[in-house]
């Protein structure tokens, strides 16, 4: 089975800190997504990389940054958090034109 | 613009009834993927569209793909309590794109 793992389920963070999400796959997946959630919203494309140190914008990726320095790993960094970043985040990852696998998700709340 | 509309968004109905969830999209494609998420859980992918006429059915759950219109639908036969969540439908390009999600509650 495909496994994608966030690091952390729940993550509480203070205003203007620099807050990394990390995600692994296991699958030799060469896309990966970064999602948030939020009510009323749906789900939101944040960034998303087709390949190793290769990234592309998403639909809302102000306040945010990515990193892929390995196939099997893919960073969502906020620079300054602040509380309207406050959200479910979720990853994703899959081979070209396949279904997606989700992580569990980690939910976000700044204060 | 990519855009992915479902409607409804949110569905109140009886145990045993039928229903359908449509999910329109903006832009030619031949790949739909239909997912499944429980409160405070992740998404569990559920169907795989990838042609014209596709249909797919597993239990009480049966999508459909229609890609001159530009539609695919998921029918509920017969609704039970454990159906209760919300389904997203995504379209395929270079990036994945989702509607907004039908929650849909069945009363018992």
């Known amino acids: 089975d495909v496994k994608v793992t966030q690091s952390s389920r729940y993550l509480v963070k203070r205003t203007g800190e620099k807050v990394f999400l990390e995600c692994v796959q296991d699958?030799?997946?060469?896309?990966m997504f970064w999602y948030r959630q939020d009510p009323g919203l749906g789900l939101r494309l944040i960034y998303f990389?087709?390949?190793?140190?290769?990234?592309e914008k998403g639909d809302i990726p102000e306040g945010y940054s990515v990193s892929r320095e390995k196939k099997e790993r893919f960073s969502l960094i906020l620079e300054s958090a602040s509380t309207n970043q406050t959200s479910m985040y979720l990853c994703a990852s899959r081979l070209t034109f396949t279904e997606a696998f989700f992580g569990q998700g980690t939910r976000l709340t700044v204060v | 613009e990519l855009k992915v509309e479902q409607n409804p968004l949110f569905l109140s109905m009886q145990e045993g009834k039928n229903y359908t969830i449509y999910c329109n999209y903006s832009t030619t494609s031949d790949r739909l993927y239909w997912y499944r998420q429980d409160p405070g859980k992740s998404l569990e992918s559920l169907f795989v569209l990838l042609s014209n006429g596709a249909v797919k059915q597993e239990g009480r759950l049966m999508a459909s793909l229609d890609t001159k219109a530009r539609l695919s639908t998921l029918h509920i036969t017969a609704a039970v309590h454990d159906l209760s969540a919300t389904y997203f439908c995504?379209?395929?390009?270079?990036?994945?794109?989702f509607g907004k999600g039908t929650r849909l509650h069945i009363l018992p």
């Open positions: 990389s087709y390949d190793v140190k290769m990234k």
């Open positions: 699958m030799d997946h060469e896309n």
């Open positions: 995504a379209v395929y390009y270079d990036k994945i794109i």
